[in-house]
């Protein structure tokens, strides 16, 4: 039996990173096939998590750069394939998996989440085709959101360009790998904020597009965070994500659907050419109805016109009867004049001097009368007007500041004759007015009260002429 003391004593980290490196050397490299449980990323960007099946588990963790390139997002309940190399934490003496690369097992796996989440929003509400609304006609600013170096851009440009040039706006953004799903939904969120008024135009419908690729390289189409930002915008967004057998949960989201990022050019605006020709065509028709309508008016007052009387005719009776009027008009004005006179002849014979003596004087004494009455009427209303003359004197005496003035009050005016309501307007040596209830007087400023006096001046300059002074 060997003696205690002839074992090699080890401290506790010696043992603990001999451990390491023996566990590292024989397991450099390892694919382990679990599934993923208590996934949280850390605020430094690494990624821990555990990989468990139905016996055991095993710590895992995924550092930031690695972590970063990852094609879709590590969530509780998928499993995975991690790949890395087994190592130890001798800290807490736990050992685990330092992931390398990590993809779904299979995608079947991925498939199976993608119908998850589907019938999860599905049931939100998000995907109802009443939310959906019309996009513009011809709008005239397009927003895209989708990477700048990508040939998705370069192709919704030149086919904008073809069919009807419009004012582009790019938002660009990755569209695949970590962070992808956030700063797309970032950038859709921050076109619906932007303001008509604003420097940058508000777009009239968003284009969100990516190229084609695999269900992992779509995956940020697929995220929660992408199809609520959809879902909730206020501008109209056409989904241009892959190939036409391509589907993600955003194309459900989206009020259109575009099988290519061209073909979500081609949805966006129609042709400017047909619209020429379709506007010629209609001015086209309407020149031609507009002349078939003249005609139709022209033949309809012709035939009307062949139902008329001649004009000859209108005018003949009326002719005939304007004859016989101005035969009559002579006998007629000749029995006027008579019938006036035959009048008058009988008023003179009635107007004798004693009825003109009476009604002179009945004039007379009518025009005293009015005479009497109006002197005392003048009178009244000129002591009702005096009346109201003194009174509104009294008014004003008692509203005018020089009732306050004989209380032994002044007010002080400057140069310009304008009255000085606060000290702070006062200076030294100022020349100001003040003005009292019996007259005005100069007056020189000479500073605050409590101010040190002045030095005492001499005494001949006294028997100089004096000026007021108002402290």
Request: proline content about 6%; charged content about 30%; some cysteine.
């Amino acid at each position: 039996m060997t003696s205690p003391g002839n074992i090699h004593e080890y401290t506790v980290s010696e043992l603990s990173f001999a451990l390491k490196r023996t566990v590292e050397g024989e397991y450099a490299l390892v694919r382990v096939r679990g599934e993923l449980s208590g996934v949280k990323r850390h605020s430094s960007g690494h990624l821990y998590c555990t990989l468990k099946d139905e016996k055991a588990a095993l710590d895992g963790v995924c550092w930031r750069s690695i972590a970063a390139r990852l094609p879709f997002k590590p969530e509780d309940g998928l499993e995975v394939v991690a790949t890395g190399k087994l190592s130890t934490y001798p800290a807490r003496s736990k050992y685990q998996l330092v992931i390398e690369q990590m993809e779904p097992a299979g995608a079947g796996a991925l498939m199976a989440l993608l119908e998850e989440r589907k019938k999860k929003l599905a049931a939100e509400g998000l995907f109802d085709p009443a939310r959906k609304r019309p996009l513009p006609f011809l709008p005239e600013v397009i927003g895209v959101v989708t990477s700048p170096t990508g040939a998705v851009i370069r192709d919704i440009l030149h086919r904008l360009a073809d069919r009807f040039p419009r004012h582009v706006l790019l938002w660009p953004v990755p569209v695949q790998g970590e962070g992808a799903a956030e700063k797309i939904a970032a950038a859709i969120a921050g076109f619906n904020r932007l303001a008509d008024e604003e420097r940058i135009p508000r777009p009239d419908v968003m284009i969100v597009a990516r190229g084609g690729g695999s269900i992992e390289d779509l995956w940020a189409f697929n995220e929660e965070v992408v199809v609520r930002a959809v879902a909730d915008s206020r501008i109209p967004v056409i989904s241009a994500v892959g190939h036409e057998t391509d589907t993600t949960l955003i194309d459900h989201a989206a009020d259109r659907r575009a099988p290519t990022p061209t073909a979500a050019a081609e949805i966006a605006v129609p042709v400017r050419g047909e619209l020429l020709a379709r506007l010629a065509e209609l001015d086209s028709r309407r020149l031609n109805a507009w002349a078939r309508l003249s005609e139709r008016r022209r033949e309809r007052v012709a035939h009307l016109a062949r139902a008329l009387p001649r004009p000859r005719d209108l005018v003949g009776l009326a002719r005939q009867r304007l004859d016989d009027l101005g035969t009559r008009l002579p006998q007629a004005l000749r029995a006027h004049v008579r019938a006036e006179e035959s009048r008058l002849l009988r008023l003179s014979g009635a107007l004798t001097p004693h009825r003109l003596r009476q009604h002179v004087l009945f004039e007379r004494r009518r025009a005293g009368d009015l005479a009497r009455r109006l002197t005392p009427a003048m009178r009244q209303r000129l002591a009702d007007s005096r009346g109201r003359v003194e009174a509104a004197g009294r008014l004003l005496e008692s509203m005018s500041y020089r009732a306050v003035l004989a209380r032994g009050y002044a007010v002080l005016r400057d140069d310009a004759g304008q009255p000085v309501t606060r000290a702070a307007a006062l200076t030294a040596g100022m020349h100001v007015t003040a003005e009292l209830v019996d007259g005005r007087k100069g007056l020189v400023v000479e500073g605050t009260p409590g101010a040190r006096p002045p030095r005492r001046r001499d005494t001949r300059a006294a028997e100089a002429p004096k000026q007021q002074r108002l402290f």
